[in-house]
């Protein structure tokens, strides 16, 4: 008499291939795109800087007690298979915007130099509920604003993140 089932199995190995490429923002999965003078790579990493460190950049910072708009600071592009939603960071090791120094938020197409303070949503940390979904091939605009005089008393944290990270997970698109 056999103790074992027919055709069953309790531990199976198959070894097979793997090749992974390590690309920089420009050509990876999630593509992070300078559109700006405030954006550049730097050993294909995208970098941020308000403080006239990149070459296009005419001043070297932002003065005390004024409020600023920058439009169209980076692109964010799904080159993935799978639709996503993406939210920024201002830290390394969790998911969650903190500052209103700057107030970060998206369009899903360029402003260019109109007055839109708005966008299509604003990042909050929340991937799940800032709204801020793409599809295989779609991409979204980052904007900052940054208020340095007490305009809004809710806006009291006016210390910059010095991490800006973004953060993307699959969402399920069927319904």
Excluded: C, K
């Excluded at 700006?36 to 950049?57: N, R, V």
């Excluded at 830290?91 to 303070?117: C, I, K, M, Q, S």
């Amino acid at each position: 008499m056999s103790a074992f089932g027919g055709n069953a199995f309790n531990i199976a190995r198959a070894d097979r291939g793997i090749s992974v490429q390590t690309v920089g923002d420009n050509s990876a999965f999630l593509t992070l795109i300078p559109t700006s003078a405030y954006a550049d790579y730097e050993d294909s990493m995208l970098q941020l800087a308000f403080d006239g460190s990149f070459g296009a950049q005419n001043a070297s910072g932002l003065p005390e007690d004024a409020n600023f708009t920058f439009t169209d600071i980076f692109a964010i592009r799904n080159e993935g298979q799978d639709s996503i939603a993406v939210t920024l960071s201002e830290y390394y090791n969790a998911v969650d915007w903190d500052t209103n120094f700057p107030r970060a938020y998206y369009t899903y197409e360029r402003l260019g130099t109109t007055n839109d303070r708005m966008g299509a949503g604003e990042f909050t940390g929340d991937v799940s509920n800032d709204g801020a979904v793409l599809s295989p091939g779609d991409e979204l605009f980052v904007h900052f604003e940054f208020v340095g005089r007490e305009e809004d008393s809710r806006r009291t944290d006016t210390d910059e993140p010095n991490t800006v990270s973004v953060y993307a997970e699959a969402v399920n698109t069927d319904g």
